[in-house]
C-alpha cells in the first residue's frame, strides 16, 4: 500500500492511453487489451486480487466496458457515431480505470467515422427565380445537402446536371460544411425560354463516394436593371456572452442606384439560418440592424453565421447575400461543477479497515468557462482522515488516518472549487462517508467471573443467573451467541449439570444438586460473536451448593435388629458402669449434622446419656430383686432448622453370670460373633482334611473288587398302586472274586437322589469314601440301553464276563442279570 501510495504521489500513479475503434462495430468486439498496455507502461497488477480493474468513470456506458477479469475493452453495443458526436470532427469516449493496486489510467478511445451516410437535401426540389437580366457571374446561393457524417465523409462538391446556361460553385461556410451557388455562366432571355430544370447532386468523400440528389426548378422573370449590392461579402463581429437583449451587434447596408421601389431595399435572413440563430439575433429590415434578442452562452455556441439578403421593391428583383460572422466572447459566468463519481453521489461507504491511501471516490471538476475562468483548483474542507489529491483531469479523495466505526461512524465531507476568473467564481459538494463495520471487537463480559449461590436439592430446570458478553460491532459482527465449554464436573460432563440459553445467556441447572456429593463446582462460560471469522472470549462461573437438613440421622452402633438392639450386663454392675454407646450418622454439615442423644422414653431412672457422646451408663446399682430385662428408647437428632431424628429400642438384659470385675466396659457382641464363626470354620477345616485323607487310603484298599449294578426294573413286576420304598436293610454288597481289570462304575453319592429308582444297601463297609446313605452304583458303560425298555429299565452288562451269581441281594433275592 506504501508502494502504491507513493507511485499515485509520482507521475508513474497515472497513464494515458490512446485506442481508436471505427464504428457501426458489433457488441462484443474487442477493442483493446488494458491491461497488458497498462502493465506495459508500468501498472503493479496484484495477482492475487480476482478483479484487475474497476471502471470509476465511463463517458458512454452504454457503449463500451472494461471487463474487470481480463481488463479487456470491449464494445457493449452497436456504436453510431453519426448519432453520438453528430459532426464534431473528433469523436472521443473517455474512460478513468483503477486497478487492484489504486493506480489510475485513463483512456482515450476515438470512433473513427464510416461513410455509411449519404447526402440528403431538406426538400424535393428547389425553385428559383431570376430574373432574365441577370448577367453571367450573378451567383444565388443553394439550400446545402446534409450528411451526417464528418469529416471528408461529410458533404464535399456539388454537380448540376445538365451543366449548359448554369454551373455550380462549392464554398466552405465557416464551420466547415460546404453549400453549392449557382452561377449564371450565360445570359437569359424569357422570351426564348422562361423556365429550366436541373438536378443537383451532393457527393461526400467516400471511395467511392455516397450522393443525394435535388430537383433544381428555374424560372425566368423579368426584373430591375440594378441589383442591390453589399459594400463586402462577409462581415465579423464579436459580442459578449450574456449581452442583455436590444444589444446592438453589426449595421448592413447594400446600396441600389435605382430610385422608387426599386432602390429601396429590404433585409432579411436567408431561409438557411437556423432557428436557434433567429432566436438569438433579429434584424431590422429596413436599417439591416442586427441586435440581440435571446439569452447568448458562450457555452451553448461560441461562433453563429448569419446568411442575410437585401432586396429591392421593384419587379424582377435580385436580392443581393452577405454574411455575418458573430464570435460570442466568453465571460466568468459559469461556477465550478463538482461531480462525486461513486455509486451514490449523496453517500459513499468504506470499511473501517481501508489502509492509508485507500480511494473512496474519484471527483471530476469542471467549469464551462474558457481560459482562466474555466481553470478550476479544489480542495477538502475540514479536519478529516481523509485528503484530495488533484490529477489533470479529475482527483482522488483518499484515506489519510485510522477509521474506527467504533468511535466515529460517519463524515460529512465538503469540497471546495474554485475558478481563476475575475472576479472568481467557486462551488462547494457536500456528502456522506459512512464507515462500514468489520469484525474487529471481541465480545466482552460484564465481568470475568460469576457466582451464584443455590441450595441443593433443586428443581431441575431451575433459574440460576445470567452472563451478558457485548460486542460494539454491528449485525452479525455483534450478534453474540453463548455456550459452555466442555469440562467435567465429578468425571461426568458439566452438560448433564447445567445447559445455558445461547441467545440469552441464561444458566439453568439440569439436575437436582447434592451438597454431600457436590458442594460446589465450576465452568467457563463461551461468548462468540457472527463474524466471519468469528471472535470469542469467555468468563467463569462458579455454583456453590449449599446443604439443606435433608438426611436423617442413622444408628449404627449398637447393631440394630428392627430397630431393636440387646445389651447385656452384669447384675452386679456397679453406678456409673458403661452400658453402651449410641452411635449415629448424619450426613448433613454444620448444624444440619451435628448429632444429640437422649432418652426419651423407658426405664430412665435407671440410666443415663450422653448427649455428645452418645455413653449409656448405669444410674443406681440393682439388687437382688431386680428386674432381669430394662428397655430404653434412645433418639439421636440433628440441629437443622426443621430437625430430624432416629430412635432405637436398646433391651438391657442383667446376666448373674457375668463378674463385674471381669466385663468392666462395654460388651462388643460383634467381635464374640466373630471369633465363634472363626472357629467353627477352623474346625471344619481340619475335619475336611481328616476326611479326605481317610477317603483316598481306603481307595487304595479296594481296588481288588468290583461290583455288579443292581437293575431293578419295574417292568418285570406287576405295578401296585402304591410304591414300596427300599430301606437300607433291603440292600448288601456281596465281594466276588474277578480281576482287577473288571471294575464298576461309580457314580457321586450326591446323584443318589436325583435319580429314577432309590437303592438302600445292607450295612456293610462301603470302602468309598462316602456315607452309606449317600451312595449307588449305575452302569455307565452302555448309554444307548438306558431308555431301552418302554418302562425305562435299567440293565447293566459287565463285558467279557459270563453271567454268575448276583453281586447285589435286594430283600433276601438275588437281582437278574
Given at each position: 500500500l506504501l508502494g502504491a501510495a507513493l507511485l499515485w504521489a509520482g507521475a508513474g500513479a497515472l497513464v494515458n492511453l490512446k485506442y481508436s475503434v471505427e464504428e457501426e462495430q458489433r457488441a462484443g468486439t474487442v477493442i483493446a487489451n488494458v491491461a497488458k498496455d497498462a502493465r506495459d507502461a508500468g501498472f503493479v497488477l496484484d495477482p492475487r486480487q480476482p478483479t484487475a480493474f474497476r471502471?470509476?468513470?465511463?463517458?458512454?456506458?452504454?457503449?463500451v466496458d472494461i471487463s474487470p477479469g481480463s481488463g479487456l475493452l470491449v464494445t457493449k453495443q452497436k456504436i453510431d457515431r453519426d448519432l453520438l458526436c453528430r459532426q464534431s470532427p473528433k469523436c472521443v469516449i473517455s474512460l478513468e480505470v483503477m486497478s487492484s493496486s489504486m493506480e489510475i489510467c485513463v483512456i482515450k478511445l476515438e470512433i473513427k467515422d464510416l461513410n455509411d451516410n449519404a447526402p440528403s437535401f431538406p426538400t424535393d426540389q428547389i425553385e428559383l427565380e431570376i430574373s432574365?437580366?441577370?448577367?453571367?457571374?450573378?451567383?444565388?446561393?443553394?439550400?446545402?445537402?446534409?450528411d451526417p457524417d464528418s469529416g471528408s465523409f461529410g458533404v464535399q462538391s456539388y454537380?448540376?446536371?445538365?451543366?449548359?446556361l448554369f454551373g455550380l460553385e462549392t464554398k466552405t461556410r465557416g464551420d466547415g460544411s460546404r453549400f453549392a451557388e449557382l452561377v449564371v455562366e450565360k445570359s437569359l432571355d424569357r422570351e426564348t425560354q422562361s423556365h429550366y430544370s436541373y438536378v443537383i447532386t451532393a457527393l461526400d468523400g467516400g471511395d467511392p463516394p455516397n450522393f443525394g440528389t435535388v430537383e433544381l426548378s428555374i424560372r425566368v422573370i423579368d426584373s430591375n436593371d440594378n441589383n442591390p449590392l453589399f459594400e463586402e461579402p462577409a462581415y465579423t463581429v464579436s459580442v459578449p456572452e450574456n449581452a442583455p437583449p436590444g444589444t446592438p451587434v453589426i449595421r448592413l447596408n447594400a446600396s441600389d442606384p435605382d430610385e422608387g421601389t426599386n432602390g429601396q431595399v429590404l433585409y432579411s435572413f436567408h431561409s438557411y439560418v437556423s432557428e436557434r440563430a433567429r432566436e438569438l439575433f433579429q434584424i431590422d429590415p429596413q436599417s439591416g440592424l442586427i441586435t440581440v434578442s435571446g439569452a447568448i452562452d458562450y457555452e451553448e455556441g461560441h461562433v453563429y453565421e448569419l446568411d442575410v439578403q437585401a432586396k429591392d421593391l421593384g419587379p424582377n428583383s435580385i436580392p443581393a447575400h452577405c454574411k455575418v460572422t458573430i464570435s460570442v466572447q466568453d465571460a466568468n459566468d459559469n461556477p465550478p461543477l463538482i461531480n462525486l463519481l461513486s455509486v451514490n453521489s449523496e453517500l459513499v461507504e468504506v470499511s473501517e479497515n481501508a489502509p492509508p491511501g485507500y480511494v473512496i471516490a474519484l471527483v471530476r471538476v469542471s467549469d464551462r468557462d474558457s481560459g482562466a475562468n474555466g481553470r478550476v483548483q479544489c480542495k477538502l474542507l475540514g479536519n478529516v482522515p481523509f485528503r484530495l489529491q488533484e490529477y489533470e483531469s479529475f482527483s482522488t479523495i483518499l484515506v489519510d488516518g485510522r477509521l474506527d466505526r467504533e468511535q466515529r461512524d460517519q463524515y460529512n465531507l465538503t469540497i471546495q472549487a474554485k475558478d481563476n476568473g475575475v472576479p472568481s467564481l467557486q462551488a462547494t459538494k457536500s456528502f456522506t462517508v459512512k464507515i462500514t463495520d468489520e469484525n474487529d471487537n471481541h465480545p466482552h463480559f460484564s465481568k470475568p467471573y460469576y457466582q451464584v449461590i443455590v441450595q441443593e436439592n433443586n428443581t431441575p430446570g431451575a433459574y440460576l443467573l445470567s452472563v451478558s458478553a457485548r460486542d460494539p460491532d454491528l449485525g452479525l459482527n455483534g450478534s453474540v451467541s453463548y455456550q459452555i465449554v466442555p469440562s467435567q464436573v465429578r468425571d461426568m460432563p458439566v452438560f448433564t449439570y447445567v445447559s445455558i440459553n445461547p441467545n440469552s445467556g441464561d444458566i439453568y441447572a439440569l439436575r437436582s444438586f447434592n451438597h454431600e456429593q457436590t458442594k460446589a463446582f465450576e465452568f467457563k462460560v463461551l461468548a462468540k460473536d457472527g463474524g466471519n471469522p468469528s471472535l470469542q472470549s469467555n468468563a467463569t462461573v462458579r455454583v456453590i451448593v449449599l446443604d439443606v437438613n435433608d438426611n436423617t440421622p442413622v444408628i449404627t452402633a449398637p447393631p440394630l435388629v428392627n430397630g431393636t438392639a440387646e445389651v447385656y450386663i452384669p447384675r452386679n454392675a456397679g453406678v456409673g458402669y458403661l452400658v453402651t454407646v449410641v452411635k449415629a450418622d448424619d450426613y448433613d454439615e454444620g448444624e444440619n449434622g451435628r448429632l444429640s442423644y437422649e432418652m426419651v422414653e423407658g426405664d430412665r431412672g435407671f440410666f443415663e446419656i450422653d448427649q455428645v457422646n452418645g455413653e449409656i451408663r448405669t444410674t443406681r446399682a440393682f439388687g437382688e430383686n431386680a428386674k432381669t430385662a430394662y428397655e430404653l428408647i434412645v433418639v439421636a437428632h440433628d440441629h437443622g432448622k426443621t430437625s430430624l431424628s432416629a430412635s432405637a429400642l436398646i433391651l438391657i438384659y442383667l446376666s448373674p453370670a457375668l463378674d463385674a470385675q471381669e466385663s468392666i466396659g462395654s460388651v462388643n457382641l460383634s467381635l464374640i460373633f466373630i471369633i465363634a464363626l472363626g472357629s467353627i470354620a477352623a474346625i471344619l477345616f481340619v475335619t475336611m482334611i481328616f476326611v479326605a485323607v481317610k477317603c483316598k487310603r481306603d481307595n487304595k484298599e479296594i481296588r481288588t473288587y468290583n461290583c455288579r449294578i443292581a437293575e431293578y426294573s419295574y417292568g418285570h413286576q406287576k405295578k401296585s398302586s402304591k410304591k414300596k420304598k427300599i430301606s437300607k436293610n433291603d440292600i448288601r454288597l456281596v465281594p466276588r472274586d474277578v480281576e482287577e481289570t473288571d471294575k464298576m462304575n461309580v457314580v457321586s453319592c450326591s446323584s443318589l437322589t436325583s435319580s429314577l429308582n432309590y437303592f438302600?444297601?445292607?450295612?456293610?463297609?462301603?470302602?468309598l469314601g462316602c456315607r452309606r446313605s449317600e451312595s449307588t452304583f449305575l452302569n455307565v458303560e452302555s448309554q444307548n440301553n438306558r431308555n431301552a425298555g418302554s418302562n425305562h429299565i435299567y440293565h447293566h452288562t459287565f463285558t467279557g464276563q459270563s453271567p454268575q451269581q448276583p453281586d447285589l441281594i435286594i430283600n433276601g433275592m438275588p437281582l437278574p442279570e
Open positions: 471502471v470509476v468513470s465511463n463517458s458512454a456506458p452504454h457503449l432574365e437580366t441577370a448577367s453571367p457571374g450573378t451567383r444565388v446561393p443553394l439550400e446545402s445537402a446534409y454537380e448540376i446536371t445538365p451543366n449548359d438302600d444297601y445292607h450295612q456293610q463297609t462301603l470302602p
